[in-house]
């Protein structure tokens, strides 16, 4: 409040200087409370872009910046949630679902 005006700002390096906002929660404020670009990285999302190929990074920020890379900005929340549901219904950490994955034709990890 003091430092704001009571306002939630919409600056990437500006909100991760609040306790407890990383890029990740930046990211969602970001793109849910303003409509602008950002990207979060969570397991979900990490699982399911190493499984997919889509990234390497060992970070989330390392996975954030190579996706961001190749989409559009103004697909980073979408995508962002895609992948997240796609890893929570589908892509499940312990027993994926290979055998309805509708991505089956373009993943290099099927039948895992």
Excluded: Y
């Excluded at 890893?87 to 373009?106: E, F, H, N, S």
């Amino acid at each position: 409040l003091r430092d704001f005006g009571g306002e939630v700002p919409n600056q990437m390096d500006i909100l991760v200087t609040l306790p407890g906002v990383g890029r990740k929660s930046a990211n969602v404020i970001l793109s849910q409370a303003f409509g602008l670009p950002g990207f979060a990285v969570d397991t979900h999302v990490m699982r399911v872009s190493h499984r997919l190929g889509l990234s390497k990074g060992k970070t989330p920020e390392a996975i954030e910046k190579e996706i961001t890379k190749t989409l559009d900005p103004s697909m980073w929340g979408e995508a962002h949630h895609w992948l997240i549901w796609h890893g929570r219904l589908i892509c499940t950490a312990r027993k994926p679902k290979c055998d309805v994955c509708p991505l089956d034709d373009i993943c290099p990890q099927i039948g895992i």
